[in-house]
């Protein structure tokens, strides 16, 4: 007894020993075992009603990459009437060429294996073609099974007759969408979450500025560390946008002021959806390359994308992060 309570701190110590010697190892391994976790993206596009979509997806990709935490490839529909000198100019490898199609035709090819990634980014725009039945079925069964999905600016107009689409991004715009989708949600002048069933049209915005973002729940892991208030580069504001809004928190909001054009209510800027199992990131900015350069929206997106794939963000939040008044941008170098 006495023996082996002597040997016990030898054992330890051996223990600790051992265990070093492992993450020695492991580091040595690192490059292997880290690309072993990467989280597998995939971003989908090509209609958009935005000449500078397939920009924007080049930006995310790469912002994505640099993190060390995502693989990202891209599926690409047919794409019709915009864009197509930035489709050309920001070519994505192993990407097939893209074919014109007629406008707002649907491109019945279209069917990504979903299931072969952890998340989704949808960056189709206003007007896109409905999918094949089968390719939303499969969307549909990707995201309730627990995939994530990341829904960026105008993806939030695509699709507005498809009902589980809806359900997804919770609140959109245009498309016809009324309050026969679900109610406008924002924040009032009394900062109440409202849930309005006022009947109109869904989406607006005024001309594009800078913007403050104020965040409404600073302990979801998107959000937490960032500073309470900080400035959003030039962007439009979406307002106005309703939907079934189920299963959703606003994360953030921006103040739309009369003066410009806007609703007088706090729209929601960072949003989040729960979906079967599956969780939802979804952000109306990111009209331009400009907006999209925001330190601000690339935190947002990597720690959104994240957080829908996996529930957990470990993406610090940068030392150039915007701040209460002002904007920080990074250039992007193609
Ligand atoms: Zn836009």
New binding site residues.
Partial sequence: MKNILCLRPTFVLLLIALCSFSSVLGMANQPRNAKAKLIKALIIDGQNN?DQWAKVTYMMKRYLEETGKFSVDVQRTKYTWNGKDYVDKYKIAGLAPTVDLPKSKMDSSFHPNFAAYDVVICNFGWNAAPWAKETQEDFDRFVKKGGGLVII??ADNSFPEWPAYNQMIGIGGWGNRTEKDGPYVYYDLNNQLVRDTAPGRAGSHGPQKDYQIIIRNANHPITKGMPLNWMHVQD?MYDRLRGPAENMEVLGTAFSSIENKGTGRHEPMLLTINYGKGRIFHTPMG??DYSVSCVGFITSILRGTQWAATGKVDIPIPADFPKPDVVSKREFKD
Avoid: F, I, N, P
Wanted: hydrophobic letters at 35%; aromatic letters at 0%.
């Fill in positions: 935005h600016h105008a439009e009209h331009a």
